[in-house]
């Protein structure tokens, strides 16, 4: 059993699978199905066990998250009984970073977000994390959070702008509006958007292209890519240079070209 199987293997609200679908591909996912899969306490303690778990585990190289089928949803928003039990003082305290939106930003593998259902509020946040968004037609998205007189507090106001430009970012925001998956991609919530029956195809098409690369030249673009919101141009470029001359280092880089003159498939070491 891999490392990633047998940390979630007493867990009730997460569980996962490696290679159930694409060799050293993980699916993650989330299961309460009764509460369409919101992010209570447990959900978040045992998701973050879990990309703990994929962290240390080598025979990992992508993460697909997702939300069980049952529950008919990526993950609906957070648990609006868990927050109406909370004070301001008890919120600062829930809130304290790293939160499980942190933990998957910065997973340092891939992950691909299968939005199978609604992704709404914290879901919608959830989402937002990981780094490529793919949508079933049947999913809706949105940030209903003013509905209930708070605001998005899972990123969702320095995310989503990043994402589909401030304006759109207030329009979903301030009016609590959700959205079809078509739409979403439209504004550029969401990267893909396909037919219920072709999504597992596309999601894991995907997340192969991804497996094959070498672990090490994956985990350096992803840290690349990222730094383009966090910094200026300039700043960036001499970043992403620095970061290219780190992978000259590595023995991956001498593979991948010595494959690519010999005309074979790489062979990588992750180092």
């Known amino acids: 059993m891999a490392d990633v199987e047998d940390a979630a293997a007493d867990f009730e609200t997460v569980s996962a699978t490696v290679g159930a679908h694409v060799d050293r591909v993980a699916t993650v996912t989330l299961s309460r199905p009764d509460a369409r ?12 066990a879990v990309l703990s778990a994929v962290e240390d585990d080598d025979s990992v190289k992508v993460v697909v998250l997702t939300g ?15 927050l109406r039990e909370r004070d301001s003082i008890e919120q ?21 977000a299968r939005l199978n259902g609604h992704t709404l509020g914290g879901g ?9 968004r793919i949508a079933a037609e049947s999913a809706k998205l949105g940030q209903p959070e003013i509905n209930l007189g708070i605001i ?8 989503l702008p990043r994402l589909v430009g401030e304006g759109q970012a207030m329009r979903l ?17 969401v990267d893909e958007v396909h037919p219920d029956d072709d999504l597992d195809e596309q999601v894991y098409d995907l997340a192969e292209s991804m497996a ?3 672990p090490v030249a994956l985990e350096i673009a992803k840290t690349a890519v990222q730094a383009s919101s966090k910094m200026d141009l300039d700043d960036g470029i001499e970043y992403e240079a620095e970061l290219f001359a780190q992978l000259f280092a ?22």
Do not use: M
């Open 152 to 159: 998005p507090g899972g990123g969702g106001t320095q995310r």
């Open 92 to 112: 600062r305290e829930q809130g304290r970073r790293p939160r499980i939106y942190e933990h998957v930003a910065n997973l340092s593998k891939p992950i691909i």
């Open 37 to 48: 899969n919101a992010l209570n306490t447990q959900l978040r303690e045992e998701l973050e």
């Open 124 to 132: 919608c946040e959830l989402a937002q994390a990981c780094d490529v």
């Open 250 to 271: 590595t023995e991956d880089k001498n593979e991948g070209i010595d494959a690519f003159f010999e005309d074979r498939d790489p062979e990588w070491k992750g180092k």
């Open 173 to 189: 925001i301030l009016s609590g509006e959700l959205i079809d998956a078509e739409e979403a991609a439209d504004i550029g919530l």
């Open 212 to 214: 094959e690369k070498s």
């Open 68 to 82: 069980d089928e049952e529950g008919g949803a990526f993950v609906a928003g957070a648990d609006v009984t868990e």
